[in-house]
């Protein structure tokens, strides 16, 4: 396993991570998951031993690889680092990448066995520049399987691949990891990834653990609001808490619906996903204004009173249409004060 414990971290004066403690197991991929700068990638580097710690120690199969005053060599840690850009040598040929980091010695059918386990047989004497981006992410991949090491730390490496190619590699990564036994541990900042791959997810904010967990629990019970704005698209409304009602521009709707209290008489902003209501037709309701194809399901765009629109995610078929007057009627506990959590979270 890989183990992270009470990791701080600075770049001079700058805090970067804060008492951060993670552990990554065999066989299973843990995505770490936050927004950009909230500390994913230094994480990494700190795994890898690309930068000392500062405090707190990194342990690989509870041997300390990383400890104040202690600091593994990375080619002696038995960590492999696959980067967002693949970062292949555009001198040498596939093979020749591949076996970068092998000694001289080392038979050639460890390179051969990669191809083939990369699905990059007859490609072994191109170049990168002759390389598709999804060819060249595996050839990273294989390069760093090759010198088999118990750790493989992914920094958002399919981040500018399309749509198809990014579900092929996640396939072949989840696929990969489940049978060389591997730690696996990958960033990225796409929910798509995390729902895909993850069998623990990881969420920082700020360089600190908001919340870990199973991708379900995460998408289903978020328990800070950069969580809740990881997934599902959310979108924000104004609204306040009056009693055992939330006023709303879209209905007065019932404080069953938030997912964390909120105070009485308080002003908040909402985060709420598509997903996460209902709508009926209802003559007193208001406009839909526009149907989105959302895969097997319909966005309804509805317009309130004051112009503000929101968006709700309903199953086809159905009986709703551009003109339709609807009442919405959020879900129980899905509904986020992206105010009241902020402050819960700094206090």
């Given at each position: 396993?890989?183990?992270?414990?009470?990791?701080?971290?600075?770049?001079?004066?700058?805090p970067v991570?804060?008492?951060?403690?993670?552990?990554a197991?065999?066989?299973?991929?843990t995505c770490?998951?936050g927004?950009?700068?909230?500390?994913?990638?230094?994480?990494?580097?700190l795994?890898?031993?690309?930068?000392?710690v500062?405090?707190g120690e990194i342990?690989?199969?509870?041997?300390?690889?990383?400890?104040?005053?202690?600091h593994?060599p990375?080619e002696?840690?038995s960590?492999?680092?696959?980067?967002q850009?693949g970062?292949?040598?555009?001198?040498?040929?596939?093979?020749q990448?591949?076996?970068?980091?092998?000694?001289k010695?080392?038979?050639?059918a460890?390179?051969a066995?990669?191809?083939?386990?990369?699905?990059?047989?007859g490609l072994?004497?191109r170049?990168?520049?002759?390389?598709?981006?999804?060819q060249?992410?595996r050839?990273?991949l294989a390069?760093?399987?090759?010198?088999?090491?118990?750790v493989l730390?992914?920094?958002?490496?399919?981040?500018?691949?399309?749509?198809a190619?990014r579900?092929q590699l996640r396939?072949?990564?989840r696929?990969?990891?489940?049978?060389?036994?591997?730690?696996a541990?990958f960033?990225?900042?796409?929910?798509?990834?995390?729902t895909a791959?993850?069998?623990?997810?990881?969420?920082?904010?700020?360089?600190?653990?908001v919340?870990e967990?199973s991708?379900?629990?995460?998408f289903?019970?978020?328990t800070?609001?950069?969580?809740?704005?990881?997934?599902?698209?959310?979108?924000?409304?104004?609204?306040?808490?009056?009693?055992d009602?939330?006023q709303?521009?879209f209905?007065?709707?019932?404080?069953?619906?938030?997912?964390v209290?909120?105070?009485?008489?308080?002003?908040?902003?909402?985060l709420?996903r598509?997903d996460?209501m209902r709508v009926?037709?209802?003559?007193?309701?208001l406009?839909?204004?526009e149907?989105?194809?959302a895969?097997a399901?319909d966005?309804?765009c509805?317009?309130a009173?004051?112009k503000?629109?929101?968006?709700?995610?309903v199953?086809?078929?159905?009986?709703?249409?551009v003109?339709?007057r609807?009442q919405?009627?959020?879900?129980r506990?899905?509904?986020?004060?992206?105010n009241v959590?902020n402050k819960?979270?700094?206090?």
């Amino acid at each position: 396993m890989l183990r992270f414990d009470s990791i701080h971290f600075a770049y001079e004066r700058t805090p970067v991570l804060r008492d951060v403690g993670l552990t990554a197991r065999a066989g299973a991929i843990t995505c770490v998951v936050g927004p950009s700068g909230c500390g994913k990638s230094t994480l990494l580097r700190l795994a890898a031993g690309l930068l000392p710690v500062q405090q707190g120690e990194i342990h690989v199969d509870d041997q300390p690889v990383s400890a104040p005053g202690l600091h593994v060599p990375p080619e002696q840690r038995s960590v492999g680092l696959v980067f967002q850009e693949g970062a292949l040598f555009p001198h040498l040929t596939v093979a020749q990448n591949i076996g970068f980091g092998l000694d001289k010695n080392a038979p050639g059918a460890r390179i051969a066995e990669l191809i083939e386990l990369t699905d990059l047989a007859g490609l072994e004497q191109r170049h990168p520049h002759e390389l598709s981006g999804g060819q060249r992410q595996r050839v990273a991949l294989a390069r760093a399987l090759a010198p088999k090491p118990r750790v493989l730390l992914f920094d958002e490496p399919y981040a500018n691949l399309d749509q198809a190619l990014r579900r092929q590699l996640r396939d072949a990564t989840r696929q990969l990891v489940a049978e060389l036994d591997m730690v696996a541990v990958f960033v990225t900042h796409d929910s798509d990834d995390v729902t895909a791959l993850a069998d623990t997810v990881v969420a920082l904010d700020d360089g600190a653990v908001v919340q870990e967990g199973s991708p379900r629990e995460l998408f289903d019970h978020p328990t800070h609001a950069s969580v809740a704005r990881l997934f599902g698209q959310t979108q924000r409304i104004r609204a306040r808490r009056s009693g055992d009602v939330i006023q709303t521009a879209f209905g007065d709707w019932p404080t069953d619906c938030l997912a964390v209290e909120a105070p009485d008489h308080s002003e908040l902003e909402l985060l709420v996903r598509p997903d996460g209501m209902r709508v009926a037709a209802h003559p007193d309701g208001l406009p839909v204004t526009e149907l989105r194809i959302a895969g097997a399901d319909d966005l309804v765009c509805i317009q309130a009173d004051d112009k503000s629109v929101l968006r709700v995610r309903v199953g086809r078929p159905h009986e709703i249409d551009v003109g339709t007057r609807v009442q919405v009627r959020p879900l129980r506990a899905r509904t986020f004060p992206d105010n009241v959590a902020n402050k819960t979270h700094s206090q």
